[in-house]
C-alpha cells in the first residue's frame, strides 16, 4: 500500500506545478500579461490549496482519490477554455479591459477549484501515506519530488514548442490515468478518459488556434514562445501582433518614426545603430533611412522572429535583409555587456517597465552600460507611454524613477512629451534647435508621415515640453535599479487606474511603515508560542514566507543579472522543489523514529540555516557580483530544504499537541498560506521599498526570530 501512497503524491505534485504553469499563464494573457493579477492569481492558487487541504478526506480513501483525480484531469484543459473565453464570457469588448471586480472572478474561476482539489488530494495522499506506516514529512517529500517533475516537464515543454493547451491535456493525462493506475476498482471510466485525452492531443494544435481565434478573430498564427503568447492577425493587408493579448504592434503605425529620427538626427550622418528590442516593428526600417553604416538588431524572442519576419510587408522585410542590417537573437543586456563596437545611436524599442524582464531595460545599471558603448556625441533613446496634457502623480513617480536612472549615467538628458515621450540621452549637449534638426531631416532626404520639420518645432517648443522639464526636476523620485525596481510596481499601479479610480497616484510606503510591518507580522507569529497547539502551524507559516520572500528576491537577482529567466525559470523552480525534496526526505530517514518526537536541533539548524543563507545572498548582492544559474540554484536548493525539514519538525509535535491525522491539513495549508503571503509581499512591496539585499537581511532576522517557535 505504501508505494500506491508514494505513486499518488508523486502524481499530485507533479500535476499541481503542471497545472499551476499552465493556469498562471493563461491567467497573463486573459489580464494582457498585466503582472498585478498574475499576483492575485498566485494568491488564488495558494489560498484555495490551503483551503482545500483542510477539507478532510471521504470515507473509502482510494475511490475517493480516484474521483479526485479524474476531476482534476477534465479541469485542467476545461479552466484553460474558460479562461481563454472569459473576456467574451463576461460581455467584454474585444480588447477591453475587464472590470477589476472581473478580472478577480476570472482569476479566481480559473483557478481556484483546480487549487483546492490540489490541495484535497494532498491530503488525501497524505492521510494515505500515513496509514502505511509513513510520515508526513515523508509524504511531503514525494510530493515535491512530483513537484520537481511537473516544473521539469513544464520547461523541457516550452523549449519542445508544445502549446499550454496540449501541456494541460498532458497533464490531465497524467491524472487519469494515475486514477486508473492507483484504483484497481472500475478501471474503465479512469482509461476511457485517458484515452480520450490522448486522442485529443492529437487536435491540440487546432483546438489552440480555434480558442485563440475566439479573442482574434482573423487569426493568421499563434504560437506560446518562452516570452508568452503571440497571435499574428492579417486582414486587408494590414498586420498585427499581439503578445498576451495586449497590442503590440501594427503595420500600418508610425511609432517607429518617433523613436528612430528625433534621435538619429542628434546623431552624425552614417551612423552605428544598435536597435535593442523592437527593430522587428518597424525600427529598422526607419533606421535605413538614415544610410546607417551598421545597423545590429537585437531580438529576445526567437520565436517571434521566426513567425513574424515572413509575413511582415515587403519594406520592412527588405530592411532586414540589408547588408547594412544584422539580426541577433540574444539578451539585450547580455549582447550590450558583450559588445565591442562602438554605436553612435542606441535605441531601445522595448515596451512598458511592466515586469521584471523589460524592467531591466530601464535601470540605471543598463544606462550606464549604454554610455560605455556610446561613441563620443552617442545618443541613447527610448520611449515610454505617457499622457499628454496631464501627467498624473504616479506617471511623474514612474517618468521621474526613470529620469533619475537616466541622469545618473549621462550628462544630458531631454524628454520629447507627447501620448509617448520620448527620452533621448547623452553626455554631451543634445542639440535643442528646430531649425537646424529640421535641416538635418531634409539634407539627409528623409520622407515620414509623422516626423517633419514642423513636427520637430512643435516637439521641442510647445509648452508641455518646459512643464515635463519641471515636474521631472521636483519629481524627487529615486532611480529606477536593479537592486529596487520600482518602476514596473508604478507601470501596474497606473494600470490599476484604469479601472480602480485614484491607484495611479498611490505612492509606496516608507522604509520605517515595512519594517514596522514585517516586525507586526512576527509578533503575530510569536504569540502563538502562548498556544502548544498553534505553535507548529505558526512556525511552518514563518518559514515558508521566509523561504518564499528568498525565492523571489533571488529569481529577481538572477533576472538582473543574467536576463535569462524566462528560459531558466523552470529550472530555478525544479532546484526549488528538489531542495524541498531532499530537506523531506534527510528529516524522514535521519530522525527519530515517529512517534518520538525529534530533538531542538531539527528546529533549531534549518532556521539558523535559512538566516545565513539570507544574509549571505544579501551581502553578495549589495556588492554586485555575480548571480548565475550555480548560485541561484543552490540558494533556491537551501531554501527548499530548511523549509522542508522545518515542516518534518513541525509535523513531528502532533504527539504533544494533537493526533497526526489531525495535523496533516492545517500544517499543509499553514505552508501555502505562509508562502503566498511570502511571495505576495515580496514582489508587491518588500523588494520595491527595502531592495533585494534589503528584503534577503529581513527574512535573515524573520527566520532568526522564528528560533523561539522551537520547543
Known sequence: MKWRARSALVAVGLVSMLGQVVLLRELAVASFGIELVFLAGTACWLGAGAAGALVPPRPGLWPALRVGLLAL?????????????????????????????????????????????????????????????????????????????????????????????????????????????????????????????????????????????????????????????????EASGQLTVFENDALAWESEGTEAEGLVHPAALQARPAPRVLVLQGGLYGIALEVLKHRPSRADVVEINGAMARALVPRL????????????????????????????????????????????????LYTAEFFRGCASRLAPGGVLALRLPSLENRWTPGLVLRNGAIHAGLRSAFQDVLVLPGTTDVLLASQERLLRDPAELGARLRSRGIAAREITPESLRYLLTNDRAASVAQLLASSGAAPNTDERPVCYQQTALLWLGKLLGGAQDARLPGRGAVVALLAGLAAV??????????????????????????????????????????????????????????GAWLFARAGPPAPDPPGRAWGLVPLLGLAILSAGFAGMSRAGLGFGLVLGSAVLVGAGAAVAVVFGYASRMAPTVSGAGEMIGPLYAADLLGGCLGSLLAGGLLILVLGIDGTALAMAALAAVAVALVV
Open 73 to 233: 484531469a477534465l479541469l485542467l484543459p476545461g479552466e484553460v477554455a474558460f479562461l481563454r473565453a472569459a473576456r467574451s464570457l463576461f460581455g467584454d469588448v474585444p480588447g477591453a479591459y475587464l472590470p477589476l471586480g472581473r478580472q478577480l472572478a476570472t482569476a479566481a474561476l480559473g483557478l481556484m477549484p483546480a487549487g483546492a482539489l490540489l490541495g484535497w488530494l494532498f491530503r488525501s495522499g497524505a492521510r494515505a501515506m500515513a496509514a502505511s506506516g509513513g510520515s508526513l514529512a515523508a509524504a511531503y517529500g514525494w510530493e515535491s519530488l512530483g513537484g520537481a517533475l511537473g516544473c521539469a516537464a513544464a520547461t523541457a515543454s516550452f523549449a519542445a514548442g508544445v502549446s499550454n493547451l496540449a501541456l494541460a491535456m498532458g497533464g490531465g493525462t497524467v491524472a487519469a490515468a494515475s486514477a486508473a493506475a492507483l484504483v484497481r476498482e472500475r478501471r474503465g471510466a479512469a482509461l476511457a478518459f485517458s484515452a480520450a485525452l490522448l486522442a485529443l492531443l492529437a487536435a491540440a494544435p487546432a483546438l489552440d488556434r480555434r480558442m485563440t481565434g475566439w479573442s482574434h478573430p482573423m487569426l493568421s498564427h499563434a504560437e506560446d514562445t518562452p516570452y508568452g503568447r503571440i497571435a499574428l492577425v
Open 313 to 360: 510587408p515587403p519594406a520592412a522585410r527588405a530592411a532586414l535583409a540589408d547588408p547594412a542590417v544584422h539580426v541577433a537573437i540574444a539578451d539585450p543586456r547580455a549582447f550590450l555587456l558583450a559588445a565591442t563596437e562602438r554605436y553612435d545611436v542606441i535605441l531601445v524599442g522595448a515596451g512598458e517597465p511592466s515586469s521584471g524582464q523589460v524592467n531591466r
Open 525 to 582: 507569529a510569536l504569540a502563538a508560542r502562548l498556544s502548544r497547539r498553534a505553535r507548529p502551524w505558526a512556525l511552518v507559516a514563518v518559514a515558508s514566507f521566509a523561504s518564499m520572500a528568498l525565492e523571489g528576491a533571488a529569481i529577481l537577482r538572477y533576472q538582473a543579472w543574467s536576463g535569462a529567466l524566462f528560459r531558466d525559470l523552470g529550472v530555478l523552480l525544479t532546484t526549488f522543489m528538489l531542495g524541498l525534496t531532499a
